[in-house]
């Protein structure tokens, strides 16, 4: 058994590795609003730590990740989002605690869609799927993600043409807008 705590991001004997603002940058729509709150304040977005138990043909990782609330403009707080570097691989993310939303955008059809990441809520990603976290509400979303230990990580072709959309909060409520 692998214990992890909610609250500091831990899990295990991982570190989570954390991300500040200043590694978001390219991420948010509003770049003025990047820049005005970065050199305000380089705040700490999301802590991610990862458990690789062995990574063999059919072994898994898992991951505890916390975002923490807070928004850039009118765009909630937001992981750097990816897609599995082994394109097939799919995953499950399990909330722990918090409230949020993951953006899923199939690679090839550029579709999109927001599906909610909540306690007790499970949220399969299949594989050629982008994904990315958002945290809509006003405390720490925390989540347990689950993957095949050899999925990989592309975080590159994600910096070079972003998601299609972006959540933003309107009036208080979370709403899906084309980036451009
Ligand atoms: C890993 C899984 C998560 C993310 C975490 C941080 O496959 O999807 O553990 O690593 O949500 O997001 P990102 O996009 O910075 O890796
Ligand atoms: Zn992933």
Not at 95 to 117: H, K, Y
Not at 144 to 169: C, K, M, Q, T, W
Request: glycine share 12%; charged share 20%.
């Amino acid at each position: 058994m692998t214990r992890f705590d909610p609250i500091s991001g831990a899990i295990g004997e991982a570190q989570p590795a954390k991300r500040h603002l200043a590694d978001l940058r390219g991420c948010f729509r509003d770049t003025g609003a990047f820049e005005r709150a970065l050199a305000h304040d380089n705040r700490l977005v999301y802590t991610v730590a990862a458990v690789e138990p062995a990574a063999g043909e059919g072994d898994l990782h898992y991951g505890l990740g916390v975002i923490y609330p807070g928004l850039v403009g009118d765009e909630y707080f937001l992981t750097k989002g990816h897609l599995h570097t082994w394109r097939a691989a799919a995953e499950l993310y399990i909330g722990i605690a918090g409230e949020g939303l993951m953006l899923l955008e199939d690679e090839v059809t550029r579709e999109n869609r927001l599906v909610p990441l909540q306690p007790n809520g499970v949220v399969y990603v299949p594989g050629h799927t982008a994904h990315r976290t958002v945290n809509t509400s006003d405390v720490p979303l925390t989540y347990l993600g689950v993957y095949p230990a050899r999925a990989g990580h592309d975080y590159g072709a994600i910096a070079e043409r972003n998601f299609r959309s972006v959540v933003i909060n309107r009036n208080g409520k979370p709403h899906l807008l084309e980036r451009n």
